[in-house]
């Protein structure tokens, strides 16, 4: 004959184990979440990922940069015009072998201002590229920072943890994200704004 209290306490301790196992897991899942990212190599790839779009938007942002137009060498065109104006007169050529290096010289000098401008032009493009470029490298230099403390916020999200507690608990069967796209969970945008200021 069956003994229904024998089947009571086996079905509480069943529940029991159920519970214990459950919340076993759930504890247990930074841990091993942790170790899946350590042993995948993840924060690696994102960081080699992280320094790869940094090196392309720096580059797009210098190509960007608006630069400045190149100086024609104002001497040598006053000279030229010159040249073509006199040239072919009558003594035109000697006039020009004469005279041709203080035309030039006048040239410069009326090209003083223009030259100024550029040459200042010049310099505001340089230290807009070289700001750039230093942003650039600071983002580069806190590349494996930054993946690091992504992945850390990936793994301490209750969305993570129960994903990797489900695994834990169902011996392998049930993987869903993050643990089937560690990437996309290390960058999703509110834990690259949390390690790198939103940037």
């Known amino acids: 004959m069956l003994d229904l209290s024998t089947l009571s306490n086996s079905a509480g301790a069943l529940a029991l184990g159920i519970v214990a196992w459950a919340g076993g897991c759930y504890v247990a899942a930074p841990t091993i979440g942790e170790r899946l990212v350590s042993n995948g190599g993840e924060v690696l790839r994102c960081e080699t990922s992280l320094r790869t779009r940094t090196y392309a938007a720096i580059n797009e942002a210098v190509a960007a940069a608006p630069k400045p137009a190149p100086l024609p060498d104002v001497g040598k065109t006053f000279k030229n015009t010159f040249g073509m104006m006199f040239g072919g007169l009558q003594h035109g050529g000697e006039f020009m072998d004469r005279y041709g290096s203080q035309i030039e010289k006048f040239g410069h000098r009326l090209g003083e201002p223009v030259r100024e401008k550029a040459a200042q032009a010049q310099r505001d493009y340089e ?8 942003a650039g490298e600071l983002q580069l230099n806190t ?4 993946c690091s403390c992504m992945a850390r916020a990936a793994l301490n999200s209750p969305q993570t943890r129960s994903s990797i507690a489900w695994h834990i608990g169902t011996f392998g069967m049930v993987t869903d994200p993050p643990l089937t796209d560690w990437q ?4 999703r945008p509110e834990n690259a704004a949390q390690c790198r200021g939103g940037s």
């Open 184 to 187: 996309a969970a290390i960058h």
């Open 127 to 134: 230290e807009v590229v070289g700001r750039l470029r230093r």
């Open 143 to 146: 590349a494996g920072s930054a």
